[in-house]
Antibody, heavy 125, light 107 residues
Framework: DVELVESGGGLVQPGGSLRLSCAASGFTFSDHYMDWVRQAPGKGLEWVGRIRNRPDSYITEYAASVKGRITVSRDDSKNSLFLQMNSLKTEDAAVYYC????????????????WGRGTLVTVSS | DIHMTQSPSSVSASVGDRVTITCRASQDIGSWLAWYQQKPGKAPKFLIYAASSLQSGVPSRFSGSGSGTDFTLTISSLQPEDFATYYCQQANTFPLTFGGGTKVEIK
C-alpha cells in the first residue's frame, strides 16, 4: 500500500525539543518533494516546511512562524522524513502531518496528494 | 503572504443538493489552486489541483473552476459521505497558504 506513517509526537514542555519521523512505503520516496503540514486543535491547516529531492539538492524551505526552530530532513535510503523541532512554544501544539507533493515528469508541485494520519504534539508545562 | 478567503465558513445542505464553495486569493495565483476534503479526526484528502483537474479516484460530482483570484469548488449532487470540511490552498507563491475552511453540514 502507498502510505505515510508518522511517529514521535507527544507531550513536551515549552522550550523543549521533539523529533518527528515519517515512514513512507509503496512509492519511490526519493523522487518526491516532501512537506510537513500542521493543524492546531479545532483550527485550519498550516504549512510548516518542505524538503526537495536529491536532483534539487535537498533544498529546504520553512514557514516564517517556525524558521530557525525547525529542521526538515530526509533519509532516502530508509524512505524516511524527519522534523526536528526545538524551542517549542505552546502555539506549536498541533497534529503534524507528513505529506507528499504531487510530481510528474515535469517536476514536483506544491500540491499534497498523499497524507499520513498525523501525530499529535502537545506543548504544555 | 497570499491570504486565502473561503466563503461561506459553513453551509447546511441536504443529500442531492448542489453545493458551491468559493475561495478568493489576495493576489493573482493563476491556476495554482488545490482543494482538500477533511473529515473529523482524519487527514485531509486531495480532491482537485490546478484549479480544475480532478485527482484520480475522486468522484466526478466534484469539480473546480476559476483562475486569477476567484475559484469555486462545486459538488453537483451532495452524497452522505461528502459532509466534511473543505480547504483551498494556493501553490503559486512561497509560502503556500490555505483557506480557513468551509464546513458542509447536514440540513
Amino acid at each position: 500500500d502507498v502510505e505515510l506513517v508518522e511517529s514521535g509526537g507527544g507531550l513536551v514542555q515549552p522550550g523543549g525539543s521533539l523529533r518527528l519521523s515519517c515512514a513512507a512505503s509503496g512509492f519511490t520516496f526519493s523522487d518526491h518533494y516532501m512537506d510537513w503540514v500542521r493543524q492546531a486543535p479545532g483550527k485550519g491547516l498550516e504549512w510548516v516546511g518542505r524538503i526537495r529531492n536529491r536532483p534539487d539538492s535537498y533544498i529546504t524551505e520553512y514557514a516564517a512562524s517556525v524558521k530557525g526552530r525547525i529542521t526538515v530532513s530526509r533519509d532516502d535510503s530508509k524512505n524516511s522524513l524527519f522534523l526536528q523541532m526545538n524551542s517549542l512554544k505552546t502555539e506549536d501544539a498541533a497534529v503534524y502531518y507528513c505529506t507528499r507533493e504531487k510530481c510528474d515528469i515535469s517536476g514536483c508541485y506544491w500540491y499534497f496528494d498523499l497524507w499520513g494520519r498525523g501525530t499529535l504534539v502537545t506543548v504544555s508545562s | 503572504d497570499i491570504h486565502m478567503t473561503q466563503s461561506p465558513s459553513s453551509v447546511s445542505a441536504s443529500v442531492g443538493d448542489r453545493v458551491t464553495i468559493t475561495c478568493r486569493a489576495s493576489q493573482d495565483i493563476g491556476s495554482w489552486l488545490a482543494w482538500y476534503q477533511q473529515k473529523p479526526g482524519k487527514a485531509p484528502k486531495f480532491l482537485i489541483y490546478a484549479a480544475s483537474s480532478l485527482q484520480s479516484g475522486v468522484p466526478s460530482r466534484f469539480s473546480g473552476s476559476g483562475s486569477g483570484t476567484d475559484f469555486t469548488l462545486t459538488i453537483s449532487s451532495l452524497q452522505p459521505e461528502d459532509f466534511a470540511t473543505y480547504y483551498c490552498q494556493q501553490a503559486n507563491t512561497f509560502p503556500l497558504t490555505f483557506g480557513g475552511g468551509t464546513k458542509v453540514e447536514i440540513k
